[in-house]
């Protein structure tokens, strides 16, 4: 028997054949259009776009595979987060889908959070986690902006659920993806009516039911599963990028963290009971596996990388020897990666800054070094409120372009402490996807196999373990110290310069 994972992500959707011993037997890819020309900050797409990049992906990988498409009976979808896709009555979309990186909201989420009694409140007393992006902002964003629109909105969905609704006719939200949009007690996984009221009080009318993400969706539809050659598949319930990597990592059981080092950076880690920031800085999620998440997100990391390879012309492979000449700690010199503003720390108006350039350290080598482990450090100062809220690590699990870096990666053991590993599969969220969907369909022939043992049967590390090394852990302690006394003293600087440059 086979299953199928999809990973419908911004830049495109990956679909993965995955047999039930775990292994990829076939691999498919779809790119995906944004809608051009948009005011700044914005960021939209078709989700048309994402129905014919699935069927894209899907013929791709149903070809490479060369399986039977009859023996495929189960299929688990894996979105990108706090997108907001509003459907008609008859189930199209009014408009296009704002996405996750749509930073167009920010009085609607401003206008949400003092509604609620302020951030503190919200994530105090309300067990709800809002940012600048949830999809929470952005139907508020609709009903002030296009009236009409939202007047026409019967139904909201999340991108994954909306691919979930073509697939099998079927609307819901099960609890993972739900708590990204701002609306959800995550303490007790219902609809928040207070944040509900604070937008519009007929909002829940609009609103699926939540699901646990142990219950199916349901069955594929007939013509799209005909079209394909397969039969009755069972949908899972699917989930965000981030519960489905969790998912694909192994990362199910406590102490389990996953790190994706892409352009942008997120560290999570599976919890049996709630995890609350008080101050709001680690996002409260659930997972997808009927767990929690908190999860840490930075907004730079390889998009540094990229801006100094382009500088010098480097390849990967050349920018990692070229920061390997330099010692670890970089002679002192630090770089805030503040390129794209910040989320954790909260500076949205911040910059990228170089501090200790002297004659020592103003090279290539000693530059590109910094870069790197700024990127790190960053994530260190999230890690390490993470930890005084309850996180005990055992391991680091590490994902994304950056995790093809073994620098990089000795970088991350080093700085947070914690030994790392990679894993064989590297499309954690599609893979994760099909994981979820063998649980689901298990369960429902009455095996009930924990998802734990699903992974941890399926899910195979690489054989190198990177444990920290414990001199340059000594040696990056009092540069992370510095780290973060910098970006504090220059909070008011970064402000000035911002608005210098409007």
Not at 116 to 145: E, M, Q
Not at 314 to 333: I, V
Not at 349 to 360: E, I, N, P
Request: with cysteine; proline share 6%.
């Amino acid at each position: 028997m086979y299953a199928i994972g999809i990973d419908s992500g911004t830049q495109g959707t990956k679909a993965l054949v995955v047999d039930f011993k775990g292994k990829v037997r076939g691999r498919g890819f779809g790119p995906h259009r944004s809608i051009p020309n948009l005011k700044p900050g914005q960021s939209e797409q078709d989700p048309l776009v994402w129905v014919e990049a699935i069927q894209k992906a899907l013929t791709s990988a149903l070809a490479e595979s060369k399986v039977n498409p009859k023996r495929i009976v189960s299929l688990g979808v894996s979105g990108q987060q706090h997108g907001f896709v509003p459907l008609d009555k008859n189930g199209h979309p009014v408009r296009p889908a704002k996405l996750w990186n749509d930073t167009s909201t920010i009085d609607e989420t401003e206008f949400i959070i003092e509604k609620l009694g302020g951030k503190k409140s919200c994530i105090r007393k309300l067990g709800i986690s809002l940012a600048v992006g949830f999809t929470a902002s952005k139907i508020l964003w609709l009903k002030r902006h296009e009236p009409r629109n939202y007047e026409l909105t019967k139904t909201v969905l999340l991108p994954h659920n909306y691919l979930n609704f073509r697939l099998t006719g079927k609307t819901a939200m099960e609890f993972g993806d739900a708590s990204g949009t701002g609306l959800m007690d995550i303490r007790r996984r219902v609809w928040h009516g207070e944040a509900l009221a604070a937008i519009d009080p007929a909002l829940e009318a609009k609103l699926p039911p939540l699901v646990h993400p142990a219950e199916p969706i349901g069955r594929m539809k007939k013509p799209f599963a005909s079209r394909f050659g397969m039969g009755a598949v069972l949908v899972s319930s699917g989930g965000g990028d981030n519960m489905m990597g969790a998912i694909g990592t192994g990362n199910v059981t406590p102490g389990v963290c996953t790190a994706s080092l892409g352009t942008s950076g997120t560290i999570y880690s599976y919890f049996n009971e709630p995890f609350v920031d008080p101050e709001g800085e680690i996002a409260a999620f659930c997972d997808s596996t009927g767990g929690w998440l908190p999860l840490l997100c930075t907004m730079n990391v390889t998009n540094t990388t990229e801006y100094l390879k382009s500088m010098h012309g480097l390849s990967n492979q050349e920018l990692e020897a070229l920061a390997s000449r330099a010692p670890a700690g970089a002679g002192g010199l630090v770089f805030l990666p503040f390129i794209d503003g910040e989320r954790v720390p909260v500076l949205p108006f911040s910059s990228g800054v170089l501090f200790g350039l002297d004659k020592r350290t103003f090279n290539a080598a000693h530059i590109a070094r910094s870069v790197m482990e700024g990127t790190i450090l960053n994530l260190g100062y999230g890690f390490a409120r993470m930890r005084s809220l309850g996180l005990r690590p055992s391991e680091i699990r590490a994902t994304g372009g950056g995790a093809k870096s073994r620098l990089w990666l000795q970088i991350v053991a080093d700085v947070l402490g914690t030994p790392v590993i990679t894993l064989v599969e590297q499309e954690a969220a599609a893979y994760g996807a099909a994981l979820q969907s063998i649980w689901t369909y298990e369960r429902e022939k009455g095996e009930g196999a924990a998802v734990a043992d699903i992974v941890r049967e399926r899910i195979k590390t690489a054989k190198t373990t990177i444990e920290p090394d414990k001199k340059n852990s000594a040696l990056y302690e009092p540069i992370q110290e510095r780290f973060n006394s910098l970006w504090r003293a220059l909070i008011g600087e970064f402000k000035a310069h911002r608005k210098m440059g409007t």
